[in-house]
């Protein structure tokens, strides 16, 4: 089976380890650091490469689920308005456009509408909307390394563990 690979950071990993390990088309999901290079914000574009970011790996066949769908699912989890840690990471130059298509959408929500040059309004002029700025971290992938085997799927292993998501609510509320 084909499968790729993304990876998120971001918010609390062990959470977000058990909200993708339930979609379907995820193959596996596995919590551990990340390095990325090229790293850039879409408040702050300056290069950059970061060290050490604790994240999620996540496997998943592209004929069952779409790399669109699982940012959708992580910016309806965790805010990209809001959450400075937050970072899509990839490792296949071929999901770079996706990616990047898929923030520049959530970081123009609520810009100026363009238009062209014929005069033709690409978006609704007449919604009032406020630009929020979106600090979302997008890069290249250079390095994951897993977590041992102990820390792997925590929440489950210790279901006493109060979390800040509702999860049995969220994977109820999923429908795909």
Do not use: W
Request: aromatic residues 10%.
């Amino acid at each position: 089976m084909y499968t790729k690979k993304i990876y998120f950071s971001g918010g609390n990993v062990n959470e977000l380890q058990e909200i993708f390990s339930d979609v379907p088309g995820v193959v596996k999901v596995l919590i551990g650091q990340s390095s990325a290079k090229n790293v850039h914000s879409y408040v702050n574009h300056e290069p950059q490469t970061l060290e050490n970011i604790p994240s999620i790996e996540i496997e998943f066949n592209p004929k069952k689920m779409d790399l669109s769908m699982l940012m959708d699912i992580l910016f309806n989890v965790l805010n990209p308005y809001a959450d400075k840690t937050l970072g899509v990471y990839y490792n296949s130059g071929e999901d770079e456009p996706q990616v990047e298509l898929h923030l520049n959408f959530i970081a123009n929500r609520g810009r100026e509408p363009v238009v062209s040059k014929a005069c033709l309004t690409i978006n609704d002029p007449h919604v009032d909307k406020v630009v929020r700025k979106c600090f979302v971290k997008v890069g290249r992938l250079i390095n994951f390394v897993a977590a041992p085997e102990a820390e792997q799927f925590f929440l489950r292993k210790h279901p006493e563990i109060k979390t800040d998501i509702d999860l049995t609510k969220l994977k109820t509320s999923l429908k795909f």
